[in-house]
């Protein structure tokens, strides 16, 4: 498998009054042509890995690592100016909730047009039939009047649609989603989620998929790293989520209520100390 | 077995005259003492609504309510909120942030006429399965969970028989999930308290409840015992497509 992306050795620190707080510590993987789920609890790191791929982390944050290679590129040596570049072009993210996501006072066609017109030398009228074309690919039924909407006036549905379209008009190369289907109802994210397979299949794109969501992941992506205090505990197939080895995992899956197994009781996660020390897992792919 | 809650043909409107918006239209359901019941549906189903009218937050409704044998008025007096309380979602919005946990607590003591506040705090802390240390903790010193506990003790201040919760851990992460669950569940066989729980995963309602409503753009399209939902037995096709949808996350 081709290498898209490369990640050795990815630390996310936070300067604070008690010293410096390690909110990524030392995480490696790498991505190709596929789907790779990173789950986690909240405050684990598994969003703040996504966002210092992109080198989204606001000061006083610093992202240190040996490399985040993209195609051989390490990202880490580009100055803002060319990041700007590989943002969006390159590599997008799609983000949890659309409604603080998009921009509440441009209207849907906008800023999409807006979106490929910045990495694209393209016309006013070629850059809307493009876009016209991409809301049509999510699904989204009457293209031509979501254009001239704002979001307020979008479901949570079609906002987070509208957003994948977005961010897929560059066609770039990896997409990060984070906790893209969090936001929305059981019903609409399946075909929310289908909608980001079938592109990314289609335009053979790597995909991040962060999410808290175990069931999900495992039903979603081809392979997952689970995080716990900022390191990666175990990597593996995700239709093998529920042989998990880590008593950290074991104990994330027992914990949840199953509809078809009822128990009287829900497992509770005892945590050991020592899973925040032990050294990230390396992915193999 | 007696009702702890009957409502019958109620009808829920939020807005004026002209953008008359009607939330809920003709829900009727009975729980029984001692019973968990729940409400399942989308967002916008109107599942939250009920238990705002129940609980006198949404005051422009029709039709019966009887909670213990009272029926219900537009007014709620003190001995219904003895009778009733409610736990909600969102633990880092329902704590006030400058109130200490023993605040909250004696305050909502005080409320309901009781004296022997300070042994009271040390039992409902107990009772959540928070130590003494916690009681005078303020909520950002608190995780989710911890939080959510607390918002627990001050329902069960006034001793209530019925407890309503909407949506009470889909804030949290599933281990914390897990433990706030459980200590529900504890609570209940404890107090005998009866539950009407609103949720949106029918996992979590599966495994908490006997039974429950399912609700599609403010109507209750069918009550269903738990047992026949995880058979398959389900009367209405939205009923099996939410079924579907939760069992087969990718569609």
């Given amino acids: 498998m081709t290498t898209l992306l490369d990640v050795k050795n990815l630390w996310v620190k936070f300067p604070t009054r008690n010293g410096i707080f390690d909110a990524v510590r030392g995480v490696s993987f790498s991505l190709g042509k596929e789907r790779l789920g990173i789950v986690g609890e909240s405050g684990s790191g598994k969003s703040m890995t996504g966002r210092a791929i992109l080198q989204l982390i606001r000061k006083p944050g610093m992202i240190e690592a040996d490399h985040i290679a993209l195609q051989g590129q390490n990202l880490l040596n580009l100055s803002e100016k060319q990041m700007r570049s590989v943002r969006g072009k390159q590599i997008s993210m799609v983000m949890q909730d659309p409604k603080f996501s998009l921009n509440p006072v441009l209207t849907v066609g906008d800023q999409i047009v807006e979106a490929y017109r910045l990495h694209n030398k393209a016309s006013k009228a070629e850059a809307r039939a493009k876009a016209l074309e991409m809301l049509e690919a999510v699904s989204i039924r009457d293209p031509e009047r979501v254009m001239k909407a704002y979001p307020h006036e979008m479901s949570g549905g079609m906002g987070q649609r509208i957003m994948i379209a977005m961010m897929l008009i560059p066609n770039p190369e990896i997409l990060i989603a984070d906790e893209p289907t969090s936001a929305l109802d059981v019903s609409v994210q399946g075909q929310v989620l289908s909608i980001m397979d079938r592109l990314v299949k289609e335009r053979g794109m790597g995909l991040i998929f962060i999410s808290h969501d175990l069931n999900l992941v495992s039903q979603f992506c081809d392979r997952v790293l689970i995080m716990y205090a900022g390191r990666v505990v175990e990597v593996c197939q995700a239709d093998k989520l529920h042989e998990a080895k880590h008593p950290y995992t074991q104990g994330l899956l027992g914990s949840l209520p199953k509809f078809d197994a009822p128990r009287p009781r829900l497992e509770v996660l005892n945590r050991d100390p020592a899973w925040r020390e032990a050294p990230s897992v390396e992915s193999t792919s | 077995m007696s009702n702890a809650l009957k409502i019958k043909d109620l009808n829920v409107y939020f807005g004026d005259h002209h953008d008359l918006f009607q939330a809920v239209k003709s829900a009727s359901f009975t729980v029984e003492k001692g019973s968990s019941f729940g409400l399942v549906g989308e967002s916008g189903s109107g599942k939250s609504t009920i238990l705002k009218a129940l609980t006198g937050l949404a005051p422009q409704w029709e039709g019966e309510m009887t909670v213990a044998g009272q029926q219900l008025g537009l007014k709620r007096d003190r001995s219904f909120y003895k009778t009733v309380q409610m736990v909600f979602q969102d633990p880092y919005a329902s704590l006030h942030p400058r109130q200490s946990v023993d605040q909250v607590l004696s305050e909502t003591l005080k409320l309901h006429g009781f004296s ?93 409840c006997d039974q429950t409503a399912v609700m599609r753009n403010g109507e209750i399209v069918e009550i269903i015992s738990i047992e026949d939902m995880r058979a398959g037995k389900t009367a209405h096709d939205y009923t099996s497509q939410l079924l579907h949808a939760s069992v087969n996350r990718v569609a």
Wanted: charged residues 20%.
């Fill in chain 2, 116 to 208: 022997d506040i300070n042994d009271r705090i040390e039992a409902l802390l107990k009772d959540v399965g928070l130590g003494p240390a916690f009681r005078f903790r303020y909520p950002h010193q608190l995780s989710g969970g911890q939080r959510q506990r607390v918002a627990i003790a001050r329902a069960l201040a006034s001793e209530p028989q019925i407890l309503l919760l909407d949506e009470p851990t889909s804030a949290l992460d599933v281990s914390v999930q897990a433990e706030i669950l459980n200590l529900l569940s504890d609570l209940r066989a404890e107090h005998g308290l009866t539950f009407v729980m609103v949720s949106h995963d029918l996992a979590v309602v599966s495994h908490m």
